[in-house]
T-cell receptor
Framework: DAGVTQSPTHLIKTRGQQVTLRCSPK?????VSWYQQALGQGPQFIFQ???????QRGNFPDRFSGHQFPNYSSELNVNALLLGDSALYLC??????????????FGPGTRLTVL | AQKITQTQPGMFVQEKEAVTLDCTYD???????LFWYKQPSSGEMIFLIYQGSYDQQNATEGRYSLNFQKARKSANLVISASQLGDSAMYFCAMREGPLSGYSTLTFGKGTMLLVSP
């Protein structure tokens, strides 16, 4: 049973550039959530996708956008990168047809460094 | 106010001993879920245990148990018989219920656990 996968593992960009991170959910899951984890902090919720639409969004600027594909995989895009965007980006998948007690399972993360 | 508070930045325990990691939460929602995740240095968040706000019994999963005290709004993780592989960062998280629009997970700042031989 394949777990959540993310690519790439590491990424180095410069300020002002754009980046795309990718996530494939755990088999059978249809909901993908993205989190940003700065060094020494807990993850912060960015947004959640279900049925190819953004269902919930955290307190992140519009520079952060996403997409979910029909196969439930998802992308996170960040435009006009800032130094403060350097973080570990975690993707989590769950089964979320309705709000439920279902558990979110996380991928290994993509470590983004902005120079 | 912080929704999830983990007051122990770091904890040390000897192998085979039990350890308790503290977590307190704040919500006015009557329905919520509490989670514990483990994050090794590799970065992946590993789900450990879940407790629902209406669950009568404390959750257990192998060597992990959750000491849920609803009136005190605490959800402490107990690891019995610690192993060297338990050394990692541990995060408490909460998902609130209908009054909060079934929010997604809110995490604490974590506790670093080091297990010594």
């Amino acid at each position: 049973d394949a777990g959540v996968t993310q690519s790439p593992t590491h990424l180095i960009k410069t300020r002002g550039q754009q980046v795309t991170l990718r996530c494939s959910p755990k088999s059978g899951h249809d909901t993908v959530s993205w989190y940003q984890q700065a060094l020494g902090q807990g993850p912060q919720f960015i947004f959640q996708y279900y049925e190819e639409e953004e269902r919930q969004r955290g307190n992140f600027p519009d520079r952060f956008s996403g997409h979910q594909f029909p196969n439930y995989s998802s992308e996170l895009n960040v435009n006009a990168l800032l130094l403060g965007d350097s973080a570990l980006y975690l993707c989590a998948s769950s089964l979320g047809g309705e709000p439920s007690t279902d558990t979110q399972y996380f991928g290994p993360g993509t470590r983004l460094t902005v120079l | 106010a912080q929704k999830i508070t983990q007051t122990q930045p770091g904890m040390f325990v000897q192998e085979k001993e039990a350890v308790t990691l503290d977590c307190t939460y704040d919500t006015s929602d009557p329905s919520y879920g509490l989670f514990w995740y483990k994050q090794p240095s590799s970065g992946e968040m590993i789900f450990l245990i879940y407790q629902g706000s209406y669950d009568q019994q404390n959750a257990t999963e192998g060597r992990y148990s959750l000491n849920f005290q609803k009136a005190r709004k605490s959800a402490n993780l107990v690891i019995s018989a610690s192993q060297l592989g338990d050394s990692a960062m541990y995060f408490c998280a909460m998902r609130e219920g209908p009054l909060s629009g079934y929010s997604t997970l809110t995490f604490g700042k974590g506790t670093m656990l080091l297990v010594s031989p």
